[in-house]
């Protein structure tokens, strides 16, 4: 193996440092994950960030979805792109697969960590990842970005500090419901932040006819139907927060004219997931004192809400119009805020939700098995009701057998962050943060 200082890729994909780059909560992680293992993988939608963030920590970078001649090299000997500067950065490296393997045991033969920064936009078949790599290689999950690092929320409310027990209290917010429409259809594109309203709109579902069109169609070889793709992602997003069965998606994919097979459907919803356009929002199962009995469907969320509003046809205007819609677009826009916090100190995102139907929009779930349950409420007249669920939920569950209540918190869109007398937290989403 060549030196990796001294490969023929290196002096000329020395990677340049962008000008104007807004710092994104996974910076720190991917910090922490490279001083302890030989390879991450930062993996999430075209788009997001994912190359940007990862520059700000390579050495060194092969661009492997634009680069003909790093493809070439990599079909005559993998190894020749590996050499450069460490951390090197091989960016898409999905399109020539063939580099797990060699990564991996680059990765071995160097015994260094911090070696390579490996980016890619859709999962590949698990045939391709079957040496897993355990020990050398770790996964970074990246999404869209979030109100704190677009710099719609002040992150004065930290979801770390709440959880561990400090008071939720921020000054009134200058978020209105519009602004929350705003934001929603506009989503957490990097790209689309200085963008006009109206342009971030159109672009946001240009991506999603991106998606219909050709994204698909790079997993595989088998033929798709943009028409019924795209009706598939309208269905998702007429259930978007909710746990919709394959089959009932298939039924409203169809329409009036046909059935969409549901083989074929569950073939394009995991083609989705791969491409991380859609994010499922596991089912939490904690133990009861009651008889309850917990559902374990997830929740289907895209990954970010503008790609449901761009599936819906529906502007800010026309959420303003329908709030319903713009409520359950609401929930989206702040499971993918806090599953971008929670990630930064190891905790999850999941729901509740059982027989009797009692339902919880969110639950943090911290590694040592503490949790925290949020109801996500886009009018300040629904907050009585949701401490009351709050309430009755926790009162549901056995903490001696799940784990210990952390906090009991409604998230809305705007007004003060307070703790109310009965210890619920009130947090306004733009005052929310790690």
């Known amino acids: 193996m060549c030196n990796p200082d001294n490969g023929p890729f290196a002096d000329s994909h020395v990677t340049p440092r962008p000008a104007a780059y807004r710092p994104r909560v996974v910076d720190q992680e991917l910090v922490d994950r490279l001083r302890s293992r030989g390879a991450v993988v930062i993996e999430g939608p075209k788009a997001c960030g994912k190359t940007a963030t990862a520059m700000q920590r390579a050495a060194s970078v092969v661009r492997l979805d634009v680069d003909a001649g790093a493809r070439r090299a990599v079909e005559i000997d993998p190894e020749l792109v590996l050499d450069g500067p460490t951390p090197r950065l091989l960016d898409e490296w999905q399109t020539a697969p063939v580099l797990w393997n060699h990564v991996r ?88 932040l200085a963008l006009p309203e109206r342009d971030a709109v159109r672009a946001a579902n240009d991506y999603l006819q991106e998606v219909h069109r050709s994204e698909i169609h790079r997993l595989d070889d088998g033929r798709r139907d943009p028409r019924r793709v795209a009706a598939l992602v309208r269905a998702v997003a007429r259930h ?29 919803l995991d083609a989705l997931d791969r491409l991380m356009i859609t994010e499922d929002q596991p089912a939490w199962t904690p133990h009861l004192r009651s008889r309850s009995r917990t559902r374990t469907a997830p929740k289907r969320h895209f990954v970010d809400p503008s790609l449901a509003a761009a599936a819906l046809g529906a502007t800010p205007q026309r959420l303003l119009r329908d709030v319903e819609t713009l409520g359950l677009l609401f929930e989206s826009l702040v499971v993918r805020d806090l599953r971008v916090y929670a990630q930064s100190f190891g905790a999850t995102v999941l729901h509740y939700r059982d027989n009797t139907g009692l339902e919880v929009d969110a639950i943090v779930e911290t590694p040592d098995g503490a949790w925290a349950a949020f109801e996500i409420k886009l009018g300040q007249t629904r907050i009585d009701d949701a401490a009351a669920t709050l309430l009755k939920f926790a009162e549901r569950v056995d903490d001696r057998r799940t784990g210990p209540l952390a906090r009991l918190g409604v998230i809305t869109a705007t007004g003060y962050a307070y703790d109310r007398p009965d210890g619920v937290a009130v947090v306004p989403i733009g005052t929310l943060g790690p």
């Open 105 to 192: 045991r680059a990765v071995d033969d160097r015994a260094l960590p911090g070696q390579f920064i490996l980016t890619g936009s859709a999962i590949p078949a698990d045939d391709i990842t079957r040496h897993t790599g355990a020990g050398r290689l770790t996964r970074l999950r990246m999404r869209t970005m979030s109100s704190f690092e677009t710099g719609h929320a002040t992150g004065l409310v930290s979801l770390q500090a709440l959880i561990g027990g400090q008071a939720a209290r921020s000054p009134e917010t200058a978020v209105t419901v519009s602004d929350i429409a705003v934001r929603v259809a506009v989503g957490g594109w990097p790209a689309n």
């Open 240 to 268: 978007v927060a909710a746990p919709a069965p394959t089959a009932a998606l298939a039924r409203d994919a169809g329409g009036t004219e046909r059935h969409l097979d549901r083989d074929t459907a569950a073939r394009y």
